[in-house]
T-cell receptor
Framework: EAQVTQNPRYLITVTGKKLTVTCSQN?????MSWYRQDPGLGLRQIYY???????DKGDVPEGYKVSRKEKRNFPLILESPSPNQTSLYFC?????????????FGPGTRLTVL | DQQVKQNSPSLSVQEGRISILNCDYT??????FLWYKKYPAEGPTFLIS?????DKNEDGRFTVFLNKSAKHLSLHIVPSQPGDSAVYFC?????????FGAGTQVVVTP
């Protein structure tokens, strides 16, 4: 089944404890992206990657890191999480050249930073 | 700086009638415009999109209209069905960089 998977789905952590949220897609998509969803703000893009070894900042990159060493994986790293990073996170992927520019989203990771 | 705005946080519509969702944007350089639908506890799913060179795109019950001079995007759903009850997000894509509106909660009543 074609899908985007994220792990963990739920995470409660404490301020300053480094964490990684993994994202993997099995559709051989070149493009991958991370978003956070907060009430009243919709989804905001954190980072995106047009292909392996290429990453760019979205609108809210502060406090996050990403890497794209392989096509299928795009982990999101929070080196020193803070309470304002408590949010619902989504990973997405897309085939370059798709006529609809359609992105496929993962099921989300709910992160709470205490 | 919110460059994409959905000014109606909610919309209630009767089953069988038309749902019209609106979205305004500020940057005329966006090249792709999309609508996503989201159910609780799930990731958004793609609904329909339109490129900046077109003014209308249709897919079954869903039609997206783009008015570039007004920087306005709308989604028409006709006829509305109970399964259409969800949050709808408009999004603009500028070469991989995406911005979303805050969303409109649609409730379709029997």
């Amino acid at each position: 089944e074609a899908q985007v998977t994220q792990n963990p789905r739920y995470l409660i952590t404490v301020t300053g404890k480094k964490l990684t949220v993994t994202c993997s897609q099995n559709m051989n998509h070149e493009y991958m992206s991370w978003y956070r969803q907060d009430p009243g703000l919709g989804l905001r893009q954190i980072y995106y990657s047009m292909n392996v070894e290429v990453t760019d900042k979205g609108d809210v990159p502060e406090g996050y890191k990403v890497s794209r060493k392989e096509k299928r994986n795009f982990p999101l790293i929070l080196e020193s999480p803070s309470p304002n990073q408590t949010s619902l996170y989504f990973c997405a992927s897309r085939r370059t050249g798709d006529k609809n520019n359609e992105q496929f989203f993962g099921p989300g990771t709910r992160l709470t930073v205490l | 700086d919110q460059q994409v705005k959905q000014n109606s946080p909610s919309l209630s519509v009767q089953e069988g009638r038309i749902s019209i969702l609106n979205c305004d944007y500020t940057n005329s350089m966006f090249d792709y415009f999309l609508w996503y639908k989201k159910y609780p506890a799930e990731g958004p799913t793609f609904l329909i999109s339109i490129s900046s060179i077109k003014d209308k795109n249709e897919d079954g019950r869903f039609t997206v209209f783009l008015n570039k001079s007004a920087k306005h995007l709308s989604l028409h759903i006709v006829p509305s069905q109970p399964g259409d009850s969800a949050v709808y997000f408009c999004a603009v894509d500028s070469w991989g960089k995406l911005q979303f509106g805050a969303g409109t909660q649609v409730v379709v009543t029997p």
